[in-house]
């Protein structure tokens, strides 16, 4: 098992390119969550998807839309990437609704 | 409003002494709490978690209490390894939604 897989690992953007991060697990999980993580920050939740054909947002929503395209796969989108979204992302997938499983983090730089 | 806190962001002990990680939370209504360990370039790993109904839990070298009077949980790591240096992140459950709250994280160094 792969468990959480995230692709790309690194992105460069500028200001205004689009772009989608991929997250996907195999462990059959419902749920899935994307996080952003800053320094001093912690991780904030963008964006959950509780099942399969759901989505809602988290607390740092603005500026990012979501698919969950199947039960495996969730992805985030930037439309119009600001230098404020640069982070590393992280995606995580659960079945307990506790105990999350994290990928590996894409690291996003906007210039 | 940050509803989960962890207020040191480093600490550094020696090898074979105890690390004791603190977190403080605001809400009464998190039913589960966490935490997570990272390392540079990785994701986060679940370390332990304890229930709102429990004030303690174990698993080998690793022990959380709960303090819910207080609003306080810790974790203590006995003995400590250089090999536990990483971030420790504390995390809260919100029972009604199941999303979890992160502090801001602890990095720890443990000294040979």
Same mark, same amino acid.
């Given at each position: 098992?792969a468990g959480v897989t995230q692709t790309p690992k690194f992105q460069v953007l500028?200001?205004?390119?689009?772009m989608t991060l991929q997250c996907a697990?195999?462990?059959?999980?419902?749920?899935?969550?994307?996080?952003r993580q800053? $320094?001093?920050?912690? =991780? !904030?939740?963008?964006?959950?998807?509780?099942?399969?054909?759901?989505?809602?947002?988290?607390?740092? $929503?603005?500026?990012?839309?979501?698919?969950? =395209?199947?039960? !495996?796969?969730?992805s985030l989108? =930037?439309?119009?990437?600001? $230098?404020?979204?640069t982070s590393v992302y992280f995606c995580?997938?659960?079945?307990?609704?506790?105990?999350?499983?994290f990928g590996p983090g894409t690291r996003l730089t906007?210039? | 409003?940050?509803?989960?806190?962890? /207020?040191?962001?480093?600490?550094?002990?020696? #090898? %074979?002494?105890?690390?004791?990680?603190?977190?403080?939370?605001? /809400?009464?209504?998190?039913?589960?709490?966490?935490?997570?360990?990272?390392y540079p370039a990785e994701g986060?790993?679940? @370390?332990?978690?304890?229930?709102?109904?429990?004030?303690?839990?174990?698993?080998?070298?690793?022990?959380?209490? @709960?303090?819910?009077?207080?609003?306080?949980?810790?974790?203590?790591?006995?003995?400590?390894?250089?090999?536990?240096?990483?971030?420790?992140?504390?995390?809260?459950? #919100?029972?009604?939604? %199941?999303?979890?709250?992160? %502090?801001?994280?602890?990095? @720890?160094?443990?000294?040979?």
């Amino acid at each position: 098992n792969a468990g959480v897989t995230q692709t790309p690992k690194f992105q460069v953007l500028k200001t205004g390119q689009s772009m989608t991060l991929q997250c996907a697990q195999d462990m059959n999980h419902n749920s899935m969550y994307w996080y952003r993580q800053d $320094p001093g920050m912690g =991780l !904030r939740l963008i964006y959950y998807s509780a099942s399969e054909g759901t989505t809602d947002k988290g607390e740092v $929503p603005n500026g990012y839309n979501v698919s969950r =395209l199947n039960k !495996r796969e969730f992805s985030l989108r =930037l439309e119009s990437a600001a $230098p404020s979204q640069t982070s590393v992302y992280f995606c995580a997938s659960t079945e307990l609704s506790y105990e999350q499983y994290f990928g590996p983090g894409t690291r996003l730089t906007v210039t | 409003d940050q509803q989960v806190k962890q /207020n040191s962001p480093s600490l550094s002990v020696q #090898e %074979g002494r105890i690390s004791i990680l603190n977190c403080d939370y605001t /809400n009464s209504m998190f039913d589960y709490f966490l935490w997570y360990k990272k390392y540079p370039a990785e994701g986060p790993t679940f @370390l332990i978690s304890i229930s709102s109904i429990k004030d303690k839990n174990e698993d080998g070298r690793f022990t959380v209490f @709960l303090n819910k009077s207080a609003k306080h949980l810790s974790l203590h790591i006995v003995p400590s390894q250089p090999g536990d240096s990483a971030v420790y992140f504390c995390a809260a459950r #919100e029972g009604n939604t %199941g999303k979890l709250i992160f %502090g801001q994280g602890t990095t @720890l160094q443990v000294k040979p």
